[in-house]
């Protein structure tokens, strides 16, 4: 069969072989077969990873998908243990009935529980719930060597800390024990004001984050001058009334790759201008359902498309708090003087819960996402945003990136020498190659 998975951004362009199976006693002998026949290979989610994280060297993957099901649940205590493959849209569309939310979600609810613990991710109420991680009470873990393991902070805990944000490099996850969060409605109160520069968006944090469970921002990476990082500050809090159901809107999608990206300077450029103004002046509060709140981009499967064949970039950075006003400045000054970027662009306070992760992405600062369509010209301005963030003392999210060099990963990422030294030999992906090797 021909090799199709491909990661979200398509870009490196590696599809991959899919070795799939459907029950939790088919892992080992596939691991072993797959590994053997192929040396190396990697569990594979839902693809919703931007570069290379989720490809394997081998260009083999074992898909979890399959092995999606509940294995138990208590509704008293908000705990379930469900297989990896499961994504985070089943675990809701089962517990939200119940009265219960995940206790960190990313901006996807496509990805899967494996997914989200091998990357550790955060969402918008990183300054108060931390990452998913410290909401992971255990999960089992195979390894090539036939051993299985069950890991927790207080069983096998090293095992444990280099699973979470390990980049499926330690074993294939197969089922996870994770703490939901109580709710009364499945609606999210929320409060939205625009903003019109960088202070502004620094000073509406320190004030609105602490009083709110959510918080984010979306920023125009075009602005410039005494606008740059003008945007829409957006908090929310679970409704306290209301009625628990799930959203049931069909998701649009985009029927096929357009030949060029569809998004460029012109189009991005009104659709920015557009998008701010039509945000209050002042802070107005609205009424919400939890998709549209959490999840906006899910609402149109293969988004990924518009950005034509070659694919798009995630930059996403995170910078420390001492350095974070100046250094996004720059870097937003860098980003709009290049012309380059997307509609979707992302600016977040992230506070300073320590996860249990020995590779986790997220420190006590500020974190910038945007998208750019590939082009050869990206590269320059890569190397620009990467000089920012090296010497703010920032680093990169790996589950976004397709470019950082290995020298930068490194020193970003001290602990990476663990992981390797736990690493499951006989897993491999391209970006621990390309990073370090
Ligand atoms: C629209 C969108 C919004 C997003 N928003 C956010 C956000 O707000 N915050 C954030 O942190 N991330 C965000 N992401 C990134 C996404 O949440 C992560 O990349 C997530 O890890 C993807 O999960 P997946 O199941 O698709 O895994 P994949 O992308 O397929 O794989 C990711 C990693 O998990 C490993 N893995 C997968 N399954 C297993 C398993 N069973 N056992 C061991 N390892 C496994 C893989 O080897 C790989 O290293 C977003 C992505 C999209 C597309």
Request: charged share 20%; glycine share 8%; with cysteine.
């Amino acid at each position: 069969m021909k090799p199709s998975l491909l990661s979200w951004g398509r870009y490196p362009y590696n599809p991959q072989h899919s070795h799939a199976c459907y029950w939790r006693d088919e892992l080992p002998p596939l691991l072993g077969s797959v590994s053997s026949k192929y040396e190396t290979t990697l569990p594979y989610g839902n693809g919703r990873s931007y570069g290379d994280s989720c490809l394997a060297a081998s260009d083999h993957v074992i898909n979890m998908r399959s092995i999606d099901r509940f294995i138990h649940v208590d509704w008293v205590r908000g705990i379930v243990i469900v297989e990896a493959g499961i994504t985070l849209s089943e675990v809701l569309a089962t517990a939200i009935p119940n009265g219960w939310f995940l206790s960190v979600t990313p901006g996807t609810q496509f990805a899967t529980v494996g997914g989200a613990i091998a990357n550790d991710v955060h969402g918008k109420n990183h300054h108060s719930k931390g990452t998913f991680g410290n909401h992971l009470l255990s999960f089992g873990l195979e390894r090539s060597n036939e051993e299985f393991l069950t890991c927790s902070p207080n069983i096998n805990p090293e095992m444990y800390a280099a699973t979470i944000g390990g980049l499926g490099l330690t074993g294939l996850i197969h089922f996870a024990e994770i703490q939901l969060i109580p709710i009364n409605t499945s609606h999210i109160d929320t409060h939205v004001v625009r903003f019109g520069n960088l202070t502004e968006f620094f000073a509406l944090s320190s004030e609105l984050d602490h009083q709110h469970e959510y918080s984010v921002a979306w920023i125009d990476c075009l602005a410039s001058g005494s606008q740059v990082g003008r945007g829409v500050y957006i908090v929310g809090d679970h409704a306290r009334y209301g009625e628990l159901v799930l959203n049931d809107n069909a998701p649009l999608s985009i029927p096929f790759t357009p030949p060029l990206s569809l998004i460029n300077n012109y189009s991005l450029r009104i659709l920015n201008e557009l998008y701010w103004r039509a945000h209050p002046t002042k802070l107005k509060q609205q009424r919400s359902g939890y998709e549209s709140f959490f999840y906006p981009l899910d609402r149109i499967l293969n988004w990924n498309r518009v950005y034509g064949p070659r694919g798009f970039q995630q930059y996403q950075c995170v910078i420390p708090d001492a350095s974070a006003e100046m250094a996004m400045k720059e870097l937003l000054k860098a980003i709009a003087k290049s012309g380059q970027g997307s509609f979707l662009a992302v600016l977040k306070r992230c506070g300073d819960i320590k996860s249990p992760g020995l590779l986790s992405f997220p420190l006590s600062g500020t974190s910038l996402a945007l998208d750019f369509p590939q082009r050869s010209n990206l590269k320059e301005l890569f190397s620009h945003l990467d000089q920012i963030v090296r010497q703010s003392g920032g680093r990169l999210y790996p589950a976004k990136d397709a470019h950082m060099s290995g020298k930068d990963f490194r020193q970003a990422y001290p602990e990476w020498e663990r992981l390797e030294s736990m690493r499951d030999p006989s897993l491999i992906s391209r970006f621990w190659q390309r990073v370090t090797e």
